[in-house]
């Protein structure tokens, strides 16, 4: 019976990889897309209320704490109901579902969605010409070793260019101080270090990691473009190209 999951799970993760590849454009898909291809290789026999035979296997996993299993599977929990989804590596989910009177955790989503590294990262396309990854991964790019000393999380990198072997990482500016309490910035981690300590240690790792890798790490200093009174980017276009090409001079064009 193990053996059987295994086969089904990977089977799954071998469509949702094959769905992003023939899908260049697309970051998030609902699960019940994925049917077809399941049908097809035989993982389901036919497809049942709109993708049910695979949401009954999600729930299986999530019922045992295995969703892990499934690595671009995303559960969008709201009240009782979970809705399935795919989501590429390195890419943002965004709910689908946000109403009126957003909750705290859709609210975030949508001040990213806005925020100034988002902006620029927009900016960084164009001027590239090629569309980066969000918070890429890479399996030998960890952090500390968790609290149960059998797992560490994968760090993940601002912006990634898989063809120009670039990884971008924003700096953020020095006015922009987060109050201690709110950010839980002074709280200390399970390496006995605080929040801020250990982001500036992830973030030496990561450069000194990917250049021994051979990858270009650029950092891009928020600090080096205009901001207001409240240290959030004016938006003049002009000069933050300006800025980015400076930056990035090696690979604009």
């Not at 990634?160 to 922009?176: G, Q, R, T």
């Not at 450069?207 to 990858?215: F, S």
């Amino acid at each position: 019976m193990a053996q059987e999951t295994n086969d089904i799970n990977q089977k799954i993760n071998e469509a949702v990889e094959a769905y992003f590849e023939t899908n260049p454009n697309t970051d998030c898909f609902a699960a019940k897309k994925l049917m077809p291809a399941l049908v097809k290789s035989g993982v389901f026999s036919g497809d049942k209320k709109n993708g049910l035979p695979l949401r009954q296997v999600l729930r299986a996993l999530d019922a045992k704490g295995e969703l892990e299993s499934i690595p671009r599977v995303h559960a969008e929990r709201i009240g009782i109901d979970v809705y399935w989804y795919f989501v590429l590596e390195g890419a943002e989910f965004v709910s689908n579902h946000i109403t009126d009177t957003p909750n705290a955790k859709q609210k975030r989503a949508l001040e990213r969605s806005n925020s100034d590294e988002v902006y620029l990262m927009g900016l960084i396309d164009e001027l590239l010409d090629a569309k980066g990854s969000r918070k890429h991964t890479f399996d030998y790019l960890l952090g500390d070793m968790h609290q149960n000393g059998k797992k560490r999380t994968k760090l993940p990198i601002d912006l990634y260019y898989k063809e120009l072997n670039l990884a971008l990482e924003f700096v953020e500016h020095p006015d922009s101080k987060k109050n201690a309490i709110d950010s839980k910035e002074e709280r200390l981690t399970v390496s006995g270090i605080t929040r801020a300590e250990q982001r500036l240690k992830y973030f030496n790792r990561k450069r000194k990691v990917l250049t021994e890798k051979d990858k270009s790490f650029i950092e891009i200093p928020l600090k080096d473009f205009e901001v207001d009174d409240s240290v959030k980017l004016i938006r003049d276009k002009g000069n933050d190209e300006r800025v980015l090409r400076g930056l990035l001079s090696e690979f604009v064009h």
